[in-house]
């Protein structure tokens, strides 16, 4: 094998992946080489919004893990859908455009993330987006108001919202109430990482995108990253790097990527065969993820139901939707939701809210089956959760999965919060703005259940909403985290981590917005770095 020389290898074509190709290639100074597992974005059902349901399970776009049984969720296994696809999880996500509370953001400089506070990551924020409600934004994220195109149900979620005293707000990025969800979505159409920073990158001739390439070890000169090695259509390629490997392949597979090069907990890889290069027993530890429990109801007026429950309706919406790249096929599976807090003693939200205008069932292939009769869901999410899991390594083979452990509800504080947290869904249900419209609950009995009988049915059926983070955490020093506050990994020169692994804590809301904040942030660190 021949090796072929880059300045910058970045692992992965994901949220961070993307924005790093753009940022590192933008000067010409540099060869910019992204690997990226999985194929194309190119597929309709990725660009159509409405889509999501649909590439939830489809094994072509994503690694489709499960973690292991978890006794706190009655030993139920979690299906992990992560990307596998050029614009990795942004390609197949819900696109909610969330930036997170300030507090997490301090919490991390707390935690050794130095220069990570609110008021430094909002400037990168602003830099970052542009918005359909203001014209003096020009990033290359587009965020979009859909809500002039939303299901006119939807509007009862902000009047039973205001019913239990949470404001109805313009923006949920702007402060603490319920809203319509932003969306990355422009034009009718999908905005991934992709389409806002690779597709420009790869216009340039110092930027290189190789797809279904594997990565499957990492390639060392002494304690320093040299490069690695990755297989495609079943021919192994080594590359090495002038100046540093990025790893962007998430929270799941960084940390994997780390263990199968020797870096990692010592036992833990003595254990797979795997010689040590580097003990660092925070590696894979540390997982954080957020749980959501969701209640359905029937409904006495039109809902989402009426249209996509049948034929003749999603003909309907498909015409108008080719014909104006507007309508229900146009609007994410989110509408409404926003931050509150569930109780008078919490200091900041600690609850996230999603109210959609439907009811679906999944089969047992994953496959979401909407409900031909009207319905809607109410689902509330612990925002920031204080147990942390792991993901080790099944075997040496990089093509095995590796073992998730979400270890759930492990702190009693856990485990109040998710009575807390179903209890917002109890009191929304009961608001005079739903009971007008709701014949009865799918759940019988649901309204008048205890917190004992809400928190065991929080266990049997809160399911996460795919947002692993932290496995590759920033911090102090290596006895508790994996990387410093330049993303660098503690004791290896040249190799950073940019994705959501590198959260110290998992951000409030929806991961998608932070992790390509945190990306942006990386880049010029990097380049400072190069200067």
């Known amino acids: 094998m021949q090796p072929k020389e880059f300045d910058y290898i970045i692992v992965g074509a994901g949220s961070a992946g993307c924005v790093l190709a753009d940022r590192l290639s933008v000067s010409g100074k540099y060869q910019v080489l992204v690997l990226e597992a999985g194929g194309s ?35 139920r296994k979690s299906y992990w859908p992560r990307g596998k696809v050029v614009g990795g999880s942004s390609s197949i996500n819900a696109m909610a455009y969330v930036r997170g509370q300030a507090r997490d953001f301090d919490d991390w400089a707390a935690a050794g993330a130095t220069g990570w506070d609110w008021d430094a990551v909002r400037e990168t924020y602003a830099e970052m987006e542009s918005s359909s409600d203001d014209e003096a934004a020009h990033g290359p994220v587009w965020v979009q108001n859909l809500a002039d195109q939303m299901n006119p149900f939807s509007k009862r979620f902000l009047t039973a919202g205001e019913e239990l005293g949470y404001p109805a707000i313009a923006d949920m990025n702007a402060g603490e109430g319920v809203s319509y ?33 594997h990565v499957t070890v990492l390639d060392f000169d002494g304690q320093a990253v040299s490069g690695l090695t990755y297989k495609q259509n079943g021919t192994l390629h080594r590359v090495t790097a002038r100046r540093e490997v990025i790893l962007s392949a998430g929270a799941i ?15 833990m890889l003595k254990s797979k065969g795997i010689a040590v290069r580097h003990d660092m027993p925070n590696v894979g530890r540390g997982l954080q993820d957020h749980l959501a429990v969701s209640y359905q109801f029937r409904a ?33 599976v ?15 939200p600690d609850i996230q809210l999603f109210c959609n205008p439907a009811s679906y069932e999944i089969s047992p292939s994953g496959e979401v089956v909407i409900d031909r009769a009207p319905g809607y869901l109410l689902s509330a999410q612990p925002c920031r959760p204080t147990s942390r899991g792991s993901v080790s390594l099944a075997s040496a083979d990089y093509r095995d999965a590796p073992v998730i452990q979400s270890n759930a509800l492990a702190t009693q504080e856990d485990r109040d919060t998710a009575i807390r947290a179903s209890r ?39 399911s996460t909403v795919y947002h692993p983070t932290c496995t590759c955490r920033m911090g102090k020093t290596a006895s508790d985290s994996v990387l410093n506050e330049r993303l660098q990994v503690h004791g290896i020169a040249r190799l950073r981590v ?14 998608n917005a932070p992790v390509m904040m945190l990306a942006m942030r990386a880049a010029d660190l990097i380049l400072q770095d190069a200067s």
């Open 41 to 75: 974005d190119q597929r309709l059902w990725i660009k159509i919004p409405v889509g999501y349901a649909i590439n939830y399970a489809n094994p072509t776009l994503n690694w489709g893990y499960h973690t292991d049984a978890d006794p706190a969720l009655n030993g």
């Open 181 to 213: 969800y932003r969306s990355n979505v422009r034009r009718g159409m999908r905005w991934s990482a992709a389409d806002a920073f690779l597709r420009p990158a790869l216009r340039r001739k110092n930027v290189t995108l190789e797809k279904r390439a």
């Open 253 to 267: 597979n960084s940390p994997q990527l780390l263990h199968l090069s020797g870096i990692g907990p010592a036992e």
């Open 300 to 332: 006495t007026q039109k809902t989402l139901n009426a249209i996509l429950g049948n034929p003749l309706g999603r003909l309907a919406a498909g015409i108008k939707y080719v014909l104006t790249r507007r309508g229900p096929l146009a609007v994410p």
């Open 334 to 348: 989110n509408q409404v939701g926003g931050f509150v807090r569930s109780s008078e003693a919490c200091t900041a």
């Open 424 to 462: 917002i869904v109890q009191r929304l249900a009961q608001t005079k703005a739903l009971t007008s419209v709701t014949s009865s609950s799918k759940f019988e009995g649901f309204e008048t259940m205890g917190d004992a009988e809400l928190l065991a049915e929080f266990r049997n059926r809160a």
């Open 498 to 511: 940019v994705d959501a692994s590198a959260f110290p804590n998992i951000t409030s809301g929806n991961t």
